[in-house]
């Protein structure tokens, strides 16, 4: 009898033992196939700069290619709201920004994600100021004609954004009141760079941009730059002022770039893609390329990722009620 509870002891403890292996053999193996970075805004944009330079570095770190998938719309909430619903499989991770997390459920209690339940923070990867800027054609030199024109003209002229909520829609409306409150209709776009054409004809008078993808069309001089968002002048905008010094205070802020995973995202899988992206924002070659468009690296652990999500989100949200900012 003995004998025989043995061997069926030792049969069970084998099978168990073979049940665990493929699982214990696909997490180590992991990733076995390419990942999906989506990128909830249009190329050429910000965090399609940055989320380019980041994923081409991380899918060699991976040994697996990190495809990257613009999937734009409603200001950042349709490819976040993707990755939200996406498996927690580690082969859907996001590239998102002050818009899609901390700046729109501020603004808009009815997104269809809950930007901190629904995710699990990698890494913060980047930060980069805003910077307002015009057409080359357009009738201010200075950030201060540009207040004078529009404080003698209120409701002529229009400003452009990516879309309701985002981080260049609430960099202009925070300009706008800490100008004097000035009357300027927002158009929403789906993505900055689609604001700049208009902006180039005339059509739109300004737009805070992000100084990542401004750099193009600044350097091209279709665009003029007119201040920056900003405790100090941008190294790579050494000549623009910043908004404390031509006169508008209350304009020391920078959009934060970070990757995300879908909630329930295994923990050693959270752990390998935190420990690859702080790796890869340390590669001289990174810091580099982002410094030039005017994006400074970060680095973080997912806890402190988390806390910079919760406390701009709760920033945003002062600003938002006491400057009495609606999302429609």
Do not use: C
């Amino acid at each position: 009898m003995k004998k025989r509870l043995f061997a069926l002891t030792l049969t069970a403890t084998v099978a168990a033992a073979a049940m665990s292996l493929p699982l214990t053999a696909s997490a180590q193996a992991w990733p076995a196939k390419p990942v999906r970075m989506v990128i909830p805004f249009p190329a050429g944009g910000a965090t399609d700069i940055i989320g380019r330079v980041i994923g081409q570095k991380l899918g060699a770190a991976l040994g697996q290619q990190v495809v990257i998938d613009n999937k734009p719309g409603a200001g950042g909430t349709i490819g976040s709201d993707m990755v939200a619903k996406a498996p927690g499989d580690g082969y859907t991770i996001l590239m998102a920004t002050s818009s899609t997390h901390s700046i729109g459920p501020a603004l808009n209690p009815k997104m269809p994600y809950d930007a901190f339940k629904d995710f699990a923070p990698v890494a913060h990867v980047a930060n980069a100021p805003s910077v307002l800027v015009v057409g080359s054609s357009f009738p201010a030199a200075t950030a201060q004609d540009l207040v004078k024109l529009l404080k003698a003209n209120p409701g002529k002229y229009n400003f452009g954004s990516s879309g309701i909520g985002t981080y260049p829609h609430l960099a202009a409306e925070m300009f706008k009141w800490r100008a004097g409150g000035l009357f300027v209709v927002h158009i929403p776009y789906r993505g900055t760079g689609l604001v700049v054409t208009d902006l180039i004809a005339g059509q739109i008078a300004f737009l805070m941009d992000s100084i990542v993808s401004a750099q193009t069309h600044i350097t091209s001089g279709r665009v003029r730059p007119l201040a920056v968002s900003g405790a100090k002048r941008s190294a790579s905008l050494p000549n623009v002022p910043t908004f404390d010094e031509v006169g508008v205070k209350g304009m020391d802020f920078s959009n934060w770039f970070g990757v995300f995973a879908p909630a329930g995202t295994p923990p050693d899988i959270v752990a390998r893609l935190n420990r690859e992206l702080n790796t890869i924002v340390k590669d001289p070659e990174v810091v580099a390329t982002l410094a030039r468009s005017g994006a400074e690296v970060v680095g973080s652990t997912p806890a402190q990722f988390g806390k910079v999500i919760r406390d701009e989100h709760d920033a945003w949200k002062a600003v938002i009620q006491r400057a009495g900012i609606k999302s429609d």
